[in-house]
């Protein structure tokens, strides 16, 4: 357990870092949520666009490299 939640730590801070050094400060994303199914991710990812939550979204795949379920986790930035 304690390596699963090192991972998903080590995961999460990675594709901050990725996001926050790739766009500019007025227009940078935020990490939203995280999701097991890619459906839920874009269901939400379009709940917020058209309610005003958000202008845009952007769901990404990132492989926990398991053998069992979950094989990956979707992380939603807006």
Partial sequence: MRRVRTLLA??????????????APAQAAVLRNV??????CYRYGN???QNGYWTSFTCT??????AY???GLWFLYA
Avoid: Q
Avoid at 10 to 23: D, K
Avoid at 35 to 40: A, I, L, N, P, R
Avoid at 61 to 66: A, K, R
């Fill in 10 to 23: 080590a995961v999460a801070l990675a594709g901050g870092l990725a996001v926050s050094t790739g766009v």
């Fill in 35 to 40: 999701y097991y199914g890619s459906d839920d």
């Fill in 47 to 49: 709940h917020g666009v």
């Fill in 69 to 71: 379920p979950p094989y």
């Fill in 61 to 66: 795949f990132v492989s926990t490299g398991s």
